[in-house]
């Protein structure tokens, strides 16, 4: 089954350590999002790929990079984790708008993150 | 940026009974999408429904989207049912191909046996 697949599917940290979480798709989708969602809180987005262009939200803090090597995969680097970036963090992807609506978003399971 | 509410924050049943959950958004949609997300944090997409009904065994959704709201229904509830729903969107007029989801603060639905 095409899918959305992250790993580890738990990571644990030391403060101040960087952090790397890994997402791959074999939906061959062109848009792929990186959420942050803490605890008893709704997602939010950090940012996300269309194709191989960058698009950062505003308030994302520079501590939180992207990479996208292929369209399979995409990667969330933590530079610095603080106590406060412990979450569960969620990768998505979808297809490219569809008229003038955008597509369906497809979450995988995510990455908890625990610092120490 | 848009907003999303969702209501009732918390909704605790008996097994069997029927819910309606509610999400209001402060502005147009060009994607709606509501979630089921099980104890081990995985979003479960129930629906894309940026307009219209549509239904899915027990489950049915509603968006009228010229009065900016969309419904949930869940019928003849489960114990698997329990979880927190999340409705999120994208905002018609943020521009760009494509864009993250805005998410409600969910609702937290607990069902008991």
């Known amino acids: 089954d095409a899918m959305v697949i992250q790993n580890p599917r738990y990571q644990v940290t030391q403060f101040g350590k960087p952090v790397t979480l890994s997402c791959s798709q074999t939906l061959n989708h062109n848009v792929m999002y990186w959420y942050q969602q803490k605890s008893s809180q709704a997602p939010k987005l950090l940012f996300h790929y269309y194709d191989k262009d960058f698009n950062n939200e505003a308030d994302t803090p520079d501590n939180f990079q992207s990479r996208r090597p292929n369209t399979s995969f995409c990667f969330l680097d933590i530079r610095s984790p603080g106590l406060g970036d412990a979450a569960m963090y969620l990768c998505?992807?979808?297809?490219?708008?569809?008229?003038?609506?955008?597509?369906?978003?497809?979450f995988g399971p995510g990455t908890r993150l625990t610092v120490l | 940026g848009i907003q999303v509410e969702q209501s009732p924050p918390d909704l605790i049943l008996q097994e069997g009974a029927n819910s309606t959950l509610r999400c209001n958004f402060s502005d147009s949609v060009n994607n709606l999408q509501w979630f089921h997300q099980n104890p081990w944090g995985q979003l479960i997409n129930l629906f894309y429904i940026p307009s219209g009904t549509k239904q899915n065994g027990r489950l049915s959704a509603t968006t009228v989207a010229t009065e900016r709201y969309s419904l949930l229904y869940i019928s003849s509830s489960q114990t698997t049912d329990s979880g927190v729903y999340f409705c999120a969107v994208t905002n018609l007029y943020s521009g760009g191909g494509a864009d993250g989801l805005t998410f409600g603060k969910g609702t937290h639905l607990i069902i008991q046996p």
């Open positions: 998505a992807t979808s297809r490219d708008r569809q008229g003038d609506y955008t597509d369906t978003q497809y």
